[in-house]
C-alpha cells in the first residue's frame, strides 16, 4: 500500500451524513447490530439493509466500496476527532512559526494551547486561569516573550 492509498479518506457529502447518521441511531435506538451478509466482514452494513431501516433510496447511487466502508463504521466520528486532535499540534505550530506571522492567529493558537494542557481554567478558579483574565495587549505580549524564548521574532504590527 502506497502512502497515498494509505491517507487516502473518503469526505462524505452532508446528506450522506445525514443518512448515516439516521441509520445508526434507529440501529441503535432498537439495540441493533448490523446483519452481516455471507462473504463480508462484521463491521459490514449491506445495502438492502441501510435502504430498509433509513428508507433513502439515494443509498443506491452513492454505494462504493470506499461509501460502504465508511458508512459501515460506526465509529468514524471518533477516528475523525482523533485524527483532529492528531493534526492540532503540528498545525499550530505551523501558525506560531510562520514566516508571515499574524498574531491575532498566533494568540488564538496560544489560547488553544493552553486550553488543552488545562492551564486556561481550574477545577478551583485559581490562578491557573490566568490567561482567561489576560487583555488582548497582555496576550501579545506573552506570545512576543514567548516567542523570544524560542528564538523566534514576530514580526509586524501591534494589531493584525
Known sequence: MTDTQSNKRFIPEDEMQRTKSVFWSRMRSNNQTARVPDGQSPESVSLAEAVRITGDLRLQDWWSDDFASWFSNDGSFDEEMQYLIDMFPAHVERILTADAPQLGAKVTALKLIAEVAGLRK????????????????QLRAFVRKHMAKRGLEVVGGEKD
Open 122 to 137: 481550574s477545577d478551583d478558579g485559581s490562578a491557573k486561569d490566568k490567561f482567561t483574565k489576560m487583555s488582548e495587549d
